[in-house]
């Protein structure tokens, strides 16, 4: 699953996730800033305007393609996210779903 590309960049130091500031970035503030931007700001700005499904949609396009080298997951993982954000009315459980993915990544990574 995961491409040779990533394993080479994470043990020559090119990715974050090398020092513990690194971690904390991509686990805690990452996951907070972008569920605060892409599901509380667009999505339920677009959902001022447009059928759910369509907010949902373009704000699952948008969180993918400021993802482009993992668009695909992060496509899929956009639409979980604002349909969890949608149905419970609150950031707080796609917060903590993506921080404990890119938890998951920083310490997949880590094994390598």
Do not use: C, Q
């Amino acid at each position: 699953m995961l491409d040779d590309t990533l394993i080479f960049y994470y043990k020559h130091g090119l990715l974050k996730g090398e020092s513990i500031g690194g971690i904390v970035n991509s686990v805690f503030l990452a996951p907070i800033w972008e569920e605060v931007f892409f599901r509380g700001v667009l999505l339920f700005f677009l959902l001022k305007f447009t059928k759910p499904v369509w907010a949902i949609s373009i704000s699952s396009v948008m969180f993918a393609v400021f993802h482009p080298m993992y668009w695909i997951i992060t496509l899929v993982s956009g639409v979980l996210l604002s349909i969890t954000t949608y149905k419970t009315k609150s950031l707080i459980p796609s917060v903590i779903s993506h921080s404990l993915w890119n938890l998951y990544m920083a310490k997949l990574f880590l094994y390598f």
